[in-house]
Structure formats: structure tokens, C-alpha cells
DNA sequence: ACCTGAACACCGTTCAAGT
DNA sequence: ACCTGAACACCGTTCAAGT
């Protein structure tokens, strides 16, 4: 919810609050300077002497976003095993603001959280038989796998504006089924699942499935 | 190059030409109606004649990316061989516009060239024996992370500043070498790798096998 | 059909000034 | 230290009008 404030004191903390809410609901670009001030019965440039500039703003969206991660204990699980839970507790963190998993990407290294989150991640790499250079490219290209699976769930996009998302899926079927079978077969056999994924649980499962087993792979193939 | 069109009627493919030199160099939030229309000598109004709004013409720029896309011919290789060049074709595509490839993702199934790279994906994962719609999520989900592959480059970005980028990449390493590496071994160590992978063909092949290698993967385990 | 002109409702950000 | 006010240089888009 997007509530106004009436207190004496401006509060950067709150008025991240009120930021975070607006992008959940209308995405970062509808987060502005002139909106938030109104919202804090403050000037605009108010803001100035808590956020550097709006990236710095949406930085500190990116923060908040990642202070929701916890790092799961070390078990005796497999190596594999261990990161596939860690890395799901990451996609759970990002999916709470499928809008905003972007902003959680250039503070990954910053933030305490996501450093933790980092350090785990190449720690079980390692174990699993990476050298620590390689650890971090694999690190990072899941990390980024992840938050794009996120970004484009076809599912969760615009939830504040259902009848827009209805809209949005019915011009993609229809596109779809305007198609030639004879030179689509495939795709037009197979809209239904193209344009939505059945189940979301599904859609996440196998975008972590197919990260971990991509590691996995490219680690059995460079021995 | 940016450059002034003096030609007496507009013509649509020229704006898009110069949409897609501006939003190269400064990325897409750069392209602006009135900016276009100051470089064809019209009146902003003037393109609506020809595009919708601003996302009909970031579209239309998503299909023009995609217009270079090539498919293939089938061959006798694996599945999974010809999957691997087909999807090293589309990434090879969207390297030209680092900053734009975005932009491909809601147009791959509306451009022709987009449709083509779909069906012929679609063929090869049956083919190695995913059911049409496993097919069409899997697929789904590597484009997506191909896309979010070249989006996150780390070293194509900024290139017409490369400026701002040292300064960028002087502020990561600055960021990253002031971690205790009593609490963060492998982030310290690792903080070259982390912040720019060695080489940029690597990255990239690193990227696709990951890719390919976890959609193998999860084939093997779905038996 | 194609383009113009003026206007509306927004932006981020700088600068100088107030308390 | 913290906030204001006015201004600058932008945006996308609507509407009514011109040729």
C-alpha cells in the first residue's frame, strides 16, 4: 500500500517504503523524485540529501529487495544438492517483486546479503570441482539466469492490472493461432504452453533444474 | 552514425534507423519521439503517423535485431550439436546491440525470423525427446537466458564511453578489494573473474554451454 | 493522407537561498 | 544540517487544425 506521511522528520527508510511500493505496483520507471516527495509532504529535492540521484535510489531498492535473502547451514547434502537450495531461496527473495529482480543484480557484490549469498554459491562451486575464476563466472551467470527467469515470468507480469494481462495473453493467442500449421506445426501445437506456462511452481522448478544441471554438465564435460 | 535525414516524406524505416543508432550508443531510454523527429526536420507528431507510441517503436526495433537471424540448415549432427549452433547464431545476432537484445524477447514470436529460430528449436528438442510443450518451456526459458547472456555482458557495456566504464570497473574492484578476505575468501580471490571474465569469447561459450548442457540435464533426469 | 502547433501532464537535476 | 523555490532542459501524448 501506498500511504501517505505525516511525520515532522524525513526518513529515507520510508521513503525507500514507499518507493518499493510504487515500483511493485507500477514497475521502477513510475518511481519518481516529485511522487515521493508529494508522498512525504516534502520538496522534491529533499530527496537529494538522502539519495545521490535516482540510480542510487533504485540502488537502495536493489538492497532492500536482497535483505530478504538467508544463506541455508552447510548440511552433508551433496554439493549440488546444497546449491540448488541456496539458489532457490534466491528465486523465492526475487519472486516477492517480479518487477524489480533487475535492480538486485549490480548489488549482489554490495550488499551484505548477496555477498553472503556469493561467497555460499562459490564455496559449494569449488567443492563441486571448479577452479575458484571459473566458480565465478558460473556464479555469475546463474545468478543472472535466475533473476532474467524472474524478470519474464509470463505469470506474474502486471498482476496489479489484471484486466491489461488478460488483454496482453489474448493478443498473443491470437497472434499464435493466426499462424500457418503447415509452417509452424510446432509452435502452433504447442501455444498454449508458449504463451503461459501451466503451473508457476512448475515454470520455477524447471528454470533452477535447468541452471543447476547446466553446471553440473559443463563440469562433467571439462573433465 | 547519427546522422540528418533531408529527404521531403518521411519514411519509417529511415526513424527506425536512426531509433536503433541512438538507442546502440545510448541505450533505449535515449530514443525519444522528438529527438527522431528533429533529425528527419518534422514535428514529433508527425511519426505517429507511423508508430503507435514509444513501444511500437521499440518493437519495431526488436525486429529489426531479429531480421538478422539465420537458421540453419539441418544435418546430420545431434540434436543437441545443431541446438548449440542454432542458439550461437541468435546470441552472435543480439551481440551487435548489446544494449537492445531486450528488446527481441517480445518480438520473437510475432518476427518472422524470430518464428523461424522458435519452430527449428522446437524440432530439435522434440527431436532429442522433450513432449511439444516441455519443449516449448525449455526453449522458452534459454532464450530468455541467452537474452539476459548478452543484457549483462560486463564487457560490452558502455563501450561508446569507455570512460564511465574504467571508472565503473575502478569502483567494483575498489568495492570488492575492501572485503576482509577473512570473511570472504573466495569472493576476494575471485574478484578479478567477478567483476570482467578473462575473455569475452569465453564468456560467451561458457554461457551457451551452460545453457545447452542444462537442457541435457534435465532430459537425463526427467528418465 | 500527412503534417503542424499548441498544450497538458509529467520527468531528473542544478543553483541559490532560506532556517 | 536540512529543506525550499524557481528554473532548465527534457519527456510522451492528446487535440484541433491545416494542406
Redo the contacts with the bound molecule.
Sequence with gaps: MITKETSR??DPEKVIDSALAIADDEGPAA?????L?ALH??????L???FK???DLLAALGDRILADVVVPEPSDKRWDKQLHALLTGFVTVLRAHPRLADLTLPRILVAEPGLALSERALELLTEGGFTTDDAAEVGRQSICSLIALVTTDPIALEVSDPEAREASLRRKRAALSSLSPQRYPLITSAAGALICPSSRDRYYDLGIDLVVAGIRGVLDQER
Tied chains: 1, 2.
Excluded at 509532504?41 to 529533499?46: E, G, H, L, N
Aim: overall charge positive; hydrophobic content about 35%.
Design positions: 522528520r524525513l518511481v519518481s523524485f516529485r511522487k516527495a509532504d516534502v520538496t522534491p529535492m529533499a537529494y540529501r538522502h540521484d535516482k540510480e
